[in-house]
């Protein structure tokens, strides 16, 4: 293969009739494009998996399983997730749409299309495909680091999957959104990304650290910003990145920030992060039990440092969790994300509103 064909995208068309598969081949082989066929649902999962193509032309009506199923299930897929996904039908009705919508595909056209039209909707999903590939590795390469500062940390054993898994359970709780619960999860794993950027003599000392490496460490905080602020789909966790050591008396780093002027999202995820701290075995401590971890939570908050309200729902939500009421339990949450794990939730919303959260 040159350097052209590498470059050239294919198009997987799906239809169960030769005729319409002949047509919308002989348009878009004309365009340049690579094409491969597939001529039912099942054949076009095969065929995915086989020729990882850049966009999926797909019938809706076809016997066995439709475009609908084939849809939905590609876009449960890590791998195929990021494939674009037109519809082409000879429905025009307007329930059709909302449900290939539903199932997540990108665009719709109908038989008999325009050349045109095809040819440029083909054009610009593949163009939007790339772009969305650059990204998604930009955030891998993010995650990839993170993992790679918390494997060389000798004090944090399985931390970020830990806080992942607590995330979500307790930003369900709270009920919060889902991208606000998505950016605690992330929020596990990249709230220290910036401890990149720490000197090892500093990161890996063995004891106490003196004021002016302490001064290097809180750097990380700033750091980490600016290593997640360039991706646009790292908003949301910045806020968690930038103020997770603030104090709610304004003593923690780096701006000093009191009571709901630190971003909710951050105090929420703080909590989480003492506590999986405290209930840890660390080299330097045993792991105390949740009591024990919630009661020098209290004594934090009493101190001042902690949002004394939210520490309380933290706590009622720790205590329910291992008494086994309403089913709360962790450990599954990074895999089955974004499943809901079916917990009973109180309607914390006016509570939560008044802690100051606003997304
Ligand atoms: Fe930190």
Redesign the pocket.
Known sequence: MNFIDSERSKILVVDDHPASRMTAVALLSVEGYDIVEAHSGPAALDCVKQANPDLILLDVMMPGMDGFEVCHRLKQEEQTRLIPIIFITALNDRRSRIRGIECGGDDFLTKPFDHLELSARVKSLVRQKRLNEDLDHAEKVLFSIARTIESRDPNTGNHCDRLVDLSQVFGEYLNLSRPDIRDLMWGGYL??I??VGIPDNVLLKKGRLNSSEWEIMKQ??VIGEQICKPLRTMRGVLPIIRH??ERWDGSGYPDGLAGPDIPFIAQVFQVI?IYDALTSERPYKAAFSPEKALEILAEETERGWRNPKLVEHFSSFIRRMHSGENNISIGQGAKSWPRRSGIAVPNLLPEVARLGFTS
Request: overall charge negative.
């Open positions: 709230h220290d910036g401890k990380h905080v997770h050591h992060d």
